[in-house]
């Protein structure tokens, strides 16, 4: 631990300090001093909050390759998930093997925290990064000129940066087809930030059974169980006509669970369910949830490896994703559950 006394010398001025000093956000500062597309003013204001708070952030990028410190950091959601914890825990597993530390950083999905958490790491001279991203392209600039070897994992937001994905198209396709052979056809899809490659292939898998997409029957929520229940609660109440529900993540399948109980629907006789994640409670709740399974652990172990390789590496590496089928889907209903 470290502790101030009198004569210490002050903090270094991060990037955060800058946000707040020309009121805008860190992405904002992040931009300008990746040469990213902003306003002049926005330009001045911020290079002026610099100049006052003697922030150099051309310092970051001298002689770094000479100065790493080596290790991987790792930037996901939410480390309480249950999907992320395994990723988490692929990673530490491979860097373990390589004799490698690991710094874990937590974003909550907040692009402004993503940001100042890419600064962090550049400051501490990390040599890798290993991220399930939340920004956009230019976010991760700043990394990318430095030197750092950057892998995505699960979400991919630079066709220049490597990654490891599921292929969470053949698994959202697959629950479909589960579903539609159960006789279901007003199928809802909820999903969150991020998954926008679940929500494509969802409507392209309907489209290809010969079922036409209701945009209304498509939702999305923001990563936190209070806008998750929200979302899942008003969809179920709105459209009392739906059968059949995929969560695109198991946050949002807890939702469902519990906004179905809470409304006296019953999974399945009334409302089939299918959640992304096998995560350990799904196979102990009442019924025991199908769900689309994701190698957690197995994609946490490759993008690691990905970041400690040297050489030649794959741009993309995909891995299956498969449906496991419990309890928590019936046959289609004729009538709605509320009549």
């Known amino acids: 631990m470290v502790e101030s006394f009198p004569g210490a010398r002050s903090r270094r001025t991060t990037i955060k300090d800058v946000a707040e000093a020309a009121g805008v956000g860190v992405a904002t500062v992040s931009r300008v001093f990746s040469g990213g597309p902003v306003s002049d003013e926005t330009r001045e204001k911020v290079l002026a909050a610099a100049a006052r708070l003697d922030y150099r952030p051309s310092a970051l990028g001298r002689n770094l390759r000479q100065r790493r410190r080596g290790g991987i950091g790792l930037l996901v959601p939410d480390i309480t998930d249950g999907f992320y914890a395994g990723l988490a825990d692929g990673v530490l597993a491979c860097a373990r093997s390589y004799g490698e530390p690991v710094t874990v950083g937590v974003t909550g999905d907040d692009p402004e925290q993503e940001a100042e958490m890419i600064g962090t790491m550049i400051e501490q001279s990390m040599d890798r990064i290993v991220a399930v991203p939340t920004g956009d392209a230019e976010m991760w600039a700043p990394a990318l000129r ?13 066709p220049d940066v490597p990654g490891v994905l599921t292929d969470d198209a053949s698994g959202v396709r697959t629950a479909l087809e589960y579903l539609t052979g159960l006789g279901h056809r007003r199928i809802a899809f909820l999903a969150q930030r991020g998954q926008s490659r679940r929500v494509a292939a969802f409507t392209d898998a309907l489209t290809a059974l010969g079922i036409q997409a209701d945009p209304e029957l498509i939702v999305h929520a923001r990563a936190s169980r209070d806008s998750a229940y929200a979302v899942a609660a008003g969809l179920l109440q709105s459209r009392t006509d739906l059968t059949a529900i995929i969560a ?42 199908t769900v689309i399974a994701r190698p957690a652990q197995d994609v946490g172990y490759r993008a690691a490896e990905l970041a400690l390789r040297q050489g030649r590496r794959p741009k993309t590496v995909t891995l299956p994703a498969g449906l496991i089928v419990r309890a928590s889907c019936g046959p289609r209903r004729a009538a709605g559950y509320w009549r």
């Open 146 to 158: 430095a030197g750092l070897e950057v892998i995505f994992a699960e979400r991919r937001v630079r």
């Open 248 to 289: 695109g993540s198991n946050l949002l399948g807890e939702a469902v669970v519990l906004a179905a109980r809470e409304l006296a629907v019953r999974i399945p006789r009334d409302l089939s369910l299918i959640m992304f994640d096998d995560v350990p409670w799904a196979e102990l709740c009442s019924p025991p949830l």
